[in-house]
């Protein structure tokens, strides 16, 4: 596959190109198995550059004819180059056309040309177009685009390329042919075809602006009844874009195509995005609410990139957060304005905090950990990560922050009036936001802050307060600190916006007045922290206070504070801040849990399982009055009650022992469930639907917050031998009326292990057999359930050996595989080293057809050395078996070297 053993990109090697590629005129033949592509091209040298070779990319093509303006030539190949030496001189431009074949229906990557169910696509983000034509195949290489497409017309009727479809008709021999022209330059990773049986949704919109646009959402003939959803959040996007940055549609036509065969979630070509089916179909017989939310929310990331990563792109892939963080948050902001309430919006940040606290600060802290713009990588794909998109994104949204909203609006309109049409960096980015608020924060220390871009590593922020009750003083010192990094022995300070406020013991805000200050101010304000310390003295402070920190999750830090118990029961009473009054149940819980795992007296009996009440009264109490507040809203009330996973709770910990998390944090939903099982009762018929199905954020809250009860109400009747909750679980299951409550019921049955999650699954299997991605949630349920500890590895084997399972799709292969290996880690991590061995197993074999997939089940055991033993030692030695594999790819291979290094 590939060829020797790659050596790191660094980013400081970065040189302009040596040539431009001004257009290119695409020619296919299409084929499964021998596609035929014409590559016309208009060169000319880069002045700029220093004269030498023309060294395209292609991997993977069979070569016939290179000619420069319509002659032969000599060439070479090097590798994956194609390398000409024998070019006219000086700058003129001149033709180049390049003959090549490649096999679509071999290419199991789904990275550059491919088929799927007949269908032809394309993937060539990252480095796929290389896999197409020979070219220089890098972001700061930006050409005109024009593509003729012929193929059979019964086998491939629709069509489709970048941009404005400009001709079509019919050939000899039942082919037809479509020639598209992109108006936009763009560079190579954004081109996309689409060849097949496809049919579309269109709507014809009115801009603001009063232009006309086509919106098409493209899929295979039976699904035109689950892509309404897909089109409404188009549509929503767009007007969003519109009305909050001014940015508008610039295309006539803009198309989204379903695939089920994808590496990722979706991708936004220009013009054309192609969308992984899971974020784009949907009905609500056979997709939750968390579907129905993750596809406006993709939707949307990918129509923002048309702006942010299409009309101004990357210099190169070190940049690649400059399109992916910045289009993140963009996407975030999006979905809290969809959401509405100001606690909507809250139990969205929520959601976001959560997926960076669990997934990315581990990788921060281990041997993947790079910079939101790192300086050095071997295959770039692996770099497709949560620090580049979360961490990313939590940077532009401190920028955000210390300038403002409008601000920010005018920081992005002054971004676009430099870059419009350009490859830039992240430097090119914060300079713009900068430069149109020179008064801010942000300008005063945009160097220091730029250290976010540069520098690994989740930093600590430790809060010391101190009230002096004669002075009517508080004095709050701030201290910031951050651990080392792969490569990055010593930090410097960082800027860290924490927003905060006060609270008196009876939860009432104080106004907040800072030595020197005339009069006191609001409730809450955003002090920056630049220092390796900082010490606010607040004055007029007539009793002891509690203070709330890092309000709305300010900044992407661990915050240390000396919160006493009843400190946080009082935040989670009262606290204004609803991300703060969330955060300080979760503490409460998080301390609960790491002190029981610490506990020798605490243990476990014969099956696992901690019989002992762990949580104190008050807790419960707490959780009890949360889970019955008259104000609050069921989506929040779902999170607060939902203990902290496994894999956050771990990362708390120097040394991890997998089974004694699991078995605490279970031993706590266990208490949970019993002590409060009159109110969860009281929950489940509280917030029963009335009414169609609408998958808004209250009415999802309602579902998201019943489904919960139903989950504890059947783990309660485990331990009390209940037959009642059970029976109705079972009932809800057969009679829901929609997708969302029947697999939370059948979740509810599979997690507490009753004996009727088999007929539910059967039954299951049965009604939704034809459905792909229904049947990815009944793989996945199985493979991540956390009943039966032990014996989920071999139910996962029998699941690989299902006629329904296909490991070439990732999808199929992420809801079992992964589900397993990345998701359940009290199943995963065994004594006997049997999850480490099938992990191995996996990659490998994975690695063989698709080294991306491969790469990410690899990253299953970044976290090798932080486990006790035994776990420790099976763990390296299954990550050593992997690397000792000849022949694999840079993907794994990179992955694995780093473990090891750790
Ligand atoms: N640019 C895509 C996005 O975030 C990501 C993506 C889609 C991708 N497919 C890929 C990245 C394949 C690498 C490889 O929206
Ligand atoms: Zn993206």
Not at 22 to 48: G, H, W
Not at 767 to 775: C, E, P, T
Not at 777 to 788: E, I, N, P
Request: aromatic letters at 8%; proline letters at 5%.
């Amino acid at each position: 596959m590939k060829e020797g053993q790659a050596k790191a990109i660094e980013r400081l090697d970065y040189a302009p190109p040596a040539f431009w590629i001004d257009s290119v005129d695409l020619t296919f033949d299409l084929d499964p198995a021998k596609t035929r592509v014409l590559n016309k091209m208009q060169v000319r040298r880069n002045s700029a550059a220093a004269p030498q070779a023309l060294r395209l990319l292609g991997q993977e093509l069979n070569l016939a004819r290179v000619l420069v303006n319509g002659a032969g030539t000599s060439f070479k190949i090097e590798g994956d180059e194609l390398v000409l030496e024998n070019l006219p001189e000086g700058d003129a431009p001149f033709a180049l056309e390049i003959f090549t074949t490649c096999a679509p229906a071999k290419n199991t990557q789904l990275s550059g040309l491919y088929v799927s169910q007949g269908t032809f696509f394309t993937q060539c983000e990252a480095e796929g177009f290389r896999r197409i034509t020979y070219f220089l195949d890098r972001p700061d290489v930006m050409a005109s685009y024009q593509v003729l497409l012929r193929a059979s017309k019964a086998d491939y009727p629709v069509l489709l390329s970048n941009g404005n479809l400009v001709e079509s008709g019919e050939l000899d021999d039942g082919r037809h042919f479509a020639r598209w022209q992109d108006p936009h330059k763009k560079p190579s990773y954004l081109f996309a075809l689409v060849a097949g049986k496809l049919v579309a949704r269109e709507q014809q919109i009115t801009s603001r602006a009063g232009n006309k646009h086509l919106l098409q959402v493209w899929v295979r003939p039976g699904d035109l009844g689950k892509t309404e959803h897909a089109m409404n959040s188009l549509m929503a996007s767009i007007a969003w874009d519109e009305a909050r940055f001014g940015l508008t549609l610039d295309l006539e036509r803009f198309m989204i195509v379903a695939t089920s065969d994808f590496n990722m979630g979706a991708m936004e070509n220009k013009g054309l995005n192609i969308f992984n089916t899971k974020y784009v179909l949907a009905s609500e017989a056979t997709a939750t609410d968390t579907d129905f939310a993750n596809i406006e929310s993709v939707v949307g990331h990918e129509y923002f990139h048309n702006w942010t990563g299409n009309r101004v792109t990357c210099r190169d892939w070190f940049q690649l957060s400059l399109k992916e963080g910045l289009t993140v948050f963009r996407d975030q902001e999006f979905s809290q304005d969809m959401a509405g309430s100001p606690s909507a919006r809250a139990v969205k940040r929520i959601e976001d905090v959560r997926v960076l606290r669990t997934a990315q600060f581990p990788e921060d802290a281990g041997p993947m950990a790079h910079p939101v713009r790192p300086d050095s990588y071997v295959e770039i794909n692996n770099f497709y990560t949560v620090t580049i998109y979360e961490k990313g994104a939590e940077v532009v949204r401190m920028q955000h922050r210390l300038v403002g909203r409008e601000g920010f609006a005018r920081g992005m309109k002054l971004y676009f009036e430099r870059h419009d049409g350009q490859a830039v960096t992240c430097d090119d980015f914060a300079q713009a936001i900068a430069d149109a608020n020179p008064a801010s924060p942000l300008a005063l220390h945009l160097e220091q802050f730029k250290r976010w871009y540069s520098q690994a590593g989740t930093p600590h922020v430790k809060a010391v307060g101190q009230y002096d009750a004669d002075a009517g003083r508080y004095t709050l010192t701030l201290s910031q600190s951050c651990a080392a990094t792969p490569g990055q022995p010593n930090k410097l300070p960082f800027v860290i916006p924490v927003a905060l406020g006060l609270l008196d013991a009876q939860g009432k805000a104080l106004p907040l007045q800072l030595d020197g200050e005339a009069t006191a101010g609001s409730t809450e304000r955003t002090v920056v922290l630049t220092e390796e310390s900082l010490t606010l003295g607040f004055v007029n402070v007539t009793s002891q206070p509690v203070p709330s920190l890092l309000r709305g999750f300010s900044a992407p830090v661990v915050l240390d504070h000396d919160y006493s118990d009843t400190e946080l029961l009082t935040l989670l009473a009262h606290d204004g801040d609803a991300f703060n009054r969330w955060e300080a149940g979760q503490r409460l819980m998080l301390r609960i849990a790491i002190n029981a795992i610490a506990d020798s007296t605490i243990t476990e009996g014969a099956n696992g399982q901690i019989d002992q009440n762990l949580l104190p009264d008050a807790l419960v109490q707490a959780m009890r009055a949360v889970l019955r507040h008259p104000q609050l809203d069921a989506a929040f009330k779902e999170l607060v009650l939902t203990l902290p996973s496994e894999s956050y709770i771990a990362e708390q910990l120097t040394q991890v022992d997998p089974q004694r998390v699991h078995a605490v944090r279970e031993a706590l939903r266990l208490q949970l469930a019993l002590s409060l099982q009159a109110d969860w009762a009281w929950a489940w018929d509280e917030h029963q639907a009335s009414g169609a199905y609408r998958p808004d954020a209250t009415s999802s809250g309602r579902r998201a917050l019943a489904g919960l009860a139903l989950a504890m109400l059947c783990l309660a009747a485990r331990a009390t031998g209940d037959e009642v909750w059970p029976g109705k679980t079972y009932q809800r299951f057969k009679i829901a009326a929609n997708m969302t409550d029947r697999f939370n019921a059948l979740s509810a049955l599979v997690m507490s292990g009753h004996e009727l999650a088999q007929p539910a699954l059967a039954r299951f299997h049965a009604l939704f057999k034809d459905d792909a991605l229904v049947l990815d949630k009944w793989f996945a349920l199985q493979a991540g359930s956390t009943d039966r500890g032990g014996n989920v590895l071999p139910a996962v084997k029998a699941l690989l050996k299902h006629p329904d399972f296909h490991i070439k799709n990732p999808n199929r292969a992420r809801s079992v595989i992964f589900s397993y290996c990345s998701a359940n880690p009290g199943a995963f991590h065994r004594r006997d080293a049997a999850g480490y061995v099938f992990w191995a197993e996996r990659v490998l074999e994975l690695d063989a057809l698709n080294p991306q997939v491969a790469a990410r089940l690899a990253r299953a055991l970044d976290r090798w050395s932080k486990l006790a033993e035994p776990y420790r030692t099976a763990a390296r030695e299954a990550i050593a078996r992997v690397a000792a594999k000849a022949d694999l790819s840079n993907d794994v291979r990179e992955v694995v070297t780093r473990a090891l290094a750790d």
